[in-house]
C-alpha cells in the first residue's frame, strides 16, 4: 500500500535551518510529483511548491521563494524539504502530499511533521 | 499567492443536510476539476471527492460535489456526529502552476 513517511517533530531556534524527510514506498516513486503543504497554527491549509521526483523540478509558491528548497534522493525513495534563515513564522504541521493526474488532485498524504521556531 | 474563498462555519443537526462552497477564478476552479479534503485535529487530511464528483473507496455517499462555473460544493446530506470537522477545498491553479486551497469550513453537529 501507499505510505508517506515523514521524520519527526523539531525544535528549532529563528536563524536556524532544518530538513525534513518524506520516504514514499508502495509505488514508483518517479511516477508521482510529491508537493509540501503547511498548516500554521489557527490557520488553514497552505500549498507550498512541488518537486518532480525523476527530474528534481521544482516550483514553488511565492510566498516560500527563496527559503525553501525542496530535493530528492531517488537512490531511497524519499523527498526532503528545506526550511532556511527560519522565523516564527515557519512554526506549523508540514505534510508532504502525493499527486495523481489519475484523480486530478492529491491522493496520499504523509503524517506531518511539526516544526517550530522558538527562541 | 491566491486562495478559494470558503464560508467560516457551517453546522446542522443530525439528519440534516449542509452545503460548503468553494469559490474561486476562471484560472482555477473555472478551469479544472475540485478536490474536497475532511481535516481531524491531530490527524492528515483525508480525500472526500476527488475530481469535482467521485468519491474515493471507503467515503459514504453522504457526500457529493458539485460546481458551477467558478464555484464549486460540497454536500453532506444526512450529517452524522463524526462529520464534525473542517472541511478543504483545492484545485489546480493554471496561473500559480500548482495547488490552492480553500480558506477551509469547520462544520459543526449541534
Known amino acids: 500500500q501507499v505510505q508517506l513517511e515523514q521524520s519527526g517533530a523539531e525544535v528549532k531556534r529563528p536563524g536556524a535551518s532544518l530538513k525534513v524527510s518524506c520516504e514514499a514506498s508502495?509505488?514508483?516513486?518517479?511516477?508521482?510529483?510529491i508537493h509540501w503543504v503547511r498548516q500554521a497554527p489557527g490557520q488553514g491549509l497552505e500549498w507550498m511548491g512541488w518537486?518532480?521526483?525523476?527530474?528534481?523540478?521544482?516550483n514553488y509558491g511565492q510566498k516560500f521563494q527563496g527559503w525553501v528548497t525542496m530535493t530528492r534522493d531517488t537512490s531511497i525513495n524519499t523527498v526532503f524539504l528545506e526550511l532556511s534563515r527560519l522565523t516564527s513564522d515557519a512554526t506549523g504541521v508540514y505534510y508532504c502530499v502525493r499527486e495523481s493526474k489519475a484523480v486530478a488532485g492529491l491522493d496520499y498524504w504523509g503524517q506531518g511533521t511539526l516544526v517550530t521556531v522558538s527562541s | 499567492q491566491s486562495e478559494l474563498t470558503q464560508p467560516p462555519s457551517a453546522s446542522g443537526t443530525p439528519g440534516q443536510r449542509v452545503t460548503i462552497s468553494c469559490s474561486g477564478s476562471?484560472?482555477?476552479?473555472?478551469?479544472?476539476?475540485v478536490n474536497w479534503y475532511q481535516h481531524l485535529p491531530g490527524t492528515a487530511p483525508k480525500a472526500l471527492i476527488w475530481?469535482?464528483?467521485r468519491r474515493p473507496s471507503g467515503v459514504p455517499d453522504r457526500f457529493s460535489g458539485s460546481k458551477s462555473g467558478t464555484s464549486a460544493s460540497l454536500t453532506i446530506s444526512g450529517l452524522q456526529s463524526e462529520d464534525e470537522a473542517d472541511y478543504y477545498c483545492?484545485?489546480?491553479?493554471?496561473?500559480?502552476?500548482?495547488?490552492?486551497f480553500g480558506t477551509g469550513t469547520r462544520v459543526t453537529v449541534l
Open positions: 476562471t484560472s482555477n476552479v473555472g478551469g479544472n476539476t
Open positions: 483545492a484545485t489546480w491553479d493554471d496561473s500559480l502552476n500548482g495547488f490552492v
Open positions: 475530481s469535482t464528483h
Open positions: 508502495g509505488y514508483t516513486f518517479s511516477d508521482f510529483y
Open positions: 518537486i518532480n521526483p525523476k527530474s528534481g523540478g521544482t
